[in-house]
């Protein structure tokens, strides 16, 4: 009996020792990104909108053929030039109407014919229309040549150093290329115009009649991704598909979840595999752990100005002050993000004039990514500059400021901080994961045989005790 019970109550205290361990455990467990995925597009990227980094690659500098996608940068360069005036008319060519193939994506427009400039972009997103596009391309630069040209020269601006466009439409042409990358970046600049996120979200446009056609044009957008059906993806917001033989299948998608953005161009994809990839790039995408990470600390040491009596040529240096930073930044990042990545100016005057008080601001830090600004800090002055009458003794400082440095060079502040956060990781973890549920056990274990003990001393209490003397058994009370 008595082995029973101490047996049961130790198997019962294992038991919530192993299920508590696994919670600490798990609660304690660090974020891992997930594996990559398989895709049958030639060239991939997963872009985080907000910062440029880029999540999942795949051949991304490899040059491919753009098909119908081009008419992005087409869109980006009418909606720069036209936002406030999209009511403007654009008269259709001859040339325009009849110089794209017979068989090509149009809605059918004819010579003479004029549509408001959103009119225009409405046919050239969502049907793909491709006399629109060169009508567009005649109306900003005055013929398709020139408005290539333009096309290239303002992607390069953007960073999308590896595209050459030579139309506005797509239409193959071996000269025409790009970058899963480079339409990353062209896409992430577009989305930055409410018009642009207006136009690839729109499932039907209606076209009133015209000079030359007495019916209503319905235009609908081919985007699988965003109609009701079996590729409906809810997080999309739109997109440009594109096709063409050479270019095969290609697709850029933006999307939108828990305020995560992304961007997804797959380009020289499958048919049966166009919007398949996309909805597997994006479940990756959005599985990515973010973390915040650090990237200045407060009193980080920024800069050192002298500091002069007045602003004359005669002015004397009345001592210099120390810079610093006002307060921690971090940033939600991914987790594998390098911090190095983010780049950042100081802004400060670097030479002053008295009187600076000690905790006064004095310039800022203005950081980014890739060319988008992402945030400020104010610097303060670390320490009091007054006139010569003013002044009492020299401060000097505690200790020699250490220079503050990019964040390429940070891994010492940052991987000291990392450092010491994994050293309290560490304890916290080891604490939760061992010993509590140890200590826990004890005690347990304590208490058992305590109650054990008072179970037996009552039993006793109630049977009696006997005492054997030679061959008699005799029973007695307390």
């Given at each position: 009996?008595?082995?029973?019970?101490?047996?049961?109550?130790?198997?019962?205290?294992?038991?919530?020792?192993?299920?508590?361990?696994?919670?600490?455990?798990?609660?304690?467990?660090?974020?891992?990104?997930?594996?990559?995925?398989?895709?049958?597009?030639?060239?991939?990227?997963?872009?985080?909108?907000?910062?440029?980094?880029?999540?999942?690659?795949?051949?991304?500098?490899?040059?491919?053929?753009?098909?119908?996608?081009?008419?992005?940068?087409?869109?980006?360069?009418?909606?720069?030039?036209?936002?406030?005036?999209?009511?403007?008319?654009?008269?259709?060519?001859?040339?325009?109407?009849?110089?794209?193939?017979?068989?090509?994506?149009?809605?059918?427009?004819?010579?003479?014919?004029?549509?408001?400039?959103?009119?225009?972009?409405?046919?050239?997103?969502?049907?793909?229309?491709?006399?629109?596009?060169?009508?567009?391309?005649?109306?900003?630069?005055?013929?398709?040549?020139?408005?290539?040209?333009?096309?290239?020269?303002?992607?390069?601006?953007?960073?999308?150093?590896?595209?050459?466009?030579?139309?506005?439409?797509?239409?193959?042409?071996?000269?025409?290329?790009?970058?899963?990358?480079?339409?990353?970046?062209?896409?992430?600049?577009?989305?930055?115009?409410?018009?642009?996120?207006?136009?690839?979200?729109?499932?039907?446009?209606?076209?009133?009649?015209?000079?030359?056609?007495?019916?209503?044009?319905?235009?609908?957008?081919?985007?699988?991704?965003?109609?009701?059906?079996?590729?409906?993806?809810?997080?999309?917001?739109?997109?440009?598909?594109?096709?063409?033989?050479?270019?095969?299948?290609?697709?850029?998608?933006?999307?939108?979840?828990?305020?995560?953005?992304?961007?997804?161009?797959?380009?020289?994809?499958?048919?049966?595999?166009?919007?398949?990839?996309?909805?597997?790039?994006?479940?990756?995408?959005?599985?990515?752990?973010?973390?915040?990470?650090?990237?200045?600390?407060?009193?980080?040491?920024?800069?050192?100005?002298?500091?002069?009596?007045?602003?004359?040529?005669?002015?004397?240096?009345?001592?210099?002050?120390?810079?610093?930073?006002?307060?921690?930044?971090?940033?939600?990042?991914?987790?594998?993000?390098?911090?190095?990545?983010?780049?950042?100016?100081?802004?400060?005057?670097?030479?002053?004039?008295?009187?600076?008080?000690?905790?006064?601001?004095?310039?800022?830090?203005?950081?980014?990514?890739?060319?988008?600004?992402?945030?400020?800090?104010?610097?303060?002055?670390?320490?009091?500059?007054?006139?010569a009458a003013e002044q009492t003794t020299p401060q000097e400082p505690e200790s020699e400021p250490t220079p503050a440095a990019p964040p390429s060079s940070y891994p010492e502040p940052y991987g000291n901080l990392l450092f010491n956060l994994n050293l309290e990781e560490l304890a916290e973890n080891y604490f939760l994961s061992f010993l509590l549920p140890l200590a826990i056990f004890a005690a347990g274990l304590v208490i058992s045989i305590g109650v054990f003990k008072i179970h037996r001393n009552r039993k006793q209490a109630r049977m009696g005790h006997y005492s054997v003397i030679g061959s008699q058994v005799f029973r007695y009370r307390r």
């Open positions: 009996m008595k082995r029973n019970i101490i047996k049961r109550n130790i198997q019962i205290l294992i038991a919530l020792y192993l299920v508590f361990s696994n919670i600490t455990t798990l609660s304690a467990a660090q974020p891992s990104e997930p594996a990559a995925p398989t895709i049958s597009a030639t060239a991939a990227i997963v872009m985080d909108a907000q910062t440029g980094f880029i999540l999942y690659e795949k051949n991304i500098h490899e040059s491919r053929y753009p098909a119908s996608i081009t008419k992005i940068m087409t869109t980006l360069l009418a909606l720069e030039q036209y936002a406030n005036r999209l009511y403007e008319r654009i008269t259709f060519s001859r040339e325009a109407v009849y110089s794209i193939p017979w068989d090509s994506s149009h809605i059918a427009m004819d010579e003479g014919e004029t549509l408001s400039i959103e009119q225009a972009l409405y046919g050239l997103m969502l049907e793909s229309a491709n006399e629109v596009s060169h009508a567009i391309a005649e109306h900003i630069a005055g013929n398709i040549e020139s408005f290539g040209s333009l096309m290239t020269r303002r992607a390069a601006a953007l960073g999308a150093s590896n595209t050459n466009f030579t139309n506005p439409s797509g239409l193959h042409d071996p000269e025409q290329i790009t970058t899963a990358y480079d339409m990353a970046v062209i896409t992430r600049e577009a989305i930055r115009h409410p018009k642009f996120l207006e136009l690839i979200s729109t499932v039907r446009y209606d076209i009133p009649p015209t000079e030359r056609q007495p019916l209503v044009r319905e235009l609908l957008n081919s985007n699988q991704l965003i109609r009701p059906g079996r590729h409906f993806t809810e997080s999309v917001i739109g997109g440009k598909t594109g096709f063409t033989i050479p270019a095969q299948h290609t697709l850029v998608t933006y999307a939108i979840q828990d305020d995560r953005e992304l961007i997804v161009v797959t380009l020289q994809g499958e048919g049966s595999y166009l919007y398949t990839d996309t909805r597997v790039l994006l479940d990756f995408g959005f599985a990515i752990p973010y973390v915040q990470k650090p990237l200045f600390y407060r009193n980080q040491y920024a800069q050192t100005s002298p500091v002069f009596s007045d602003w004359s040529r005669q002015r004397t240096q009345m001592g210099e002050v120390r810079l610093m930073v006002s307060d921690d930044v971090y940033l939600e990042l991914p987790l594998n993000f390098d911090i190095s990545e983010v780049e950042y100016q100081v802004y400060a005057p670097s030479q002053l004039v008295v009187p600076i008080q000690a905790g006064q601001n004095i310039g800022r830090i203005v950081y980014g990514i890739r060319g988008i600004p992402m945030g400020d800090i104010p610097l303060r002055a670390d320490n009091t500059v007054l006139a």
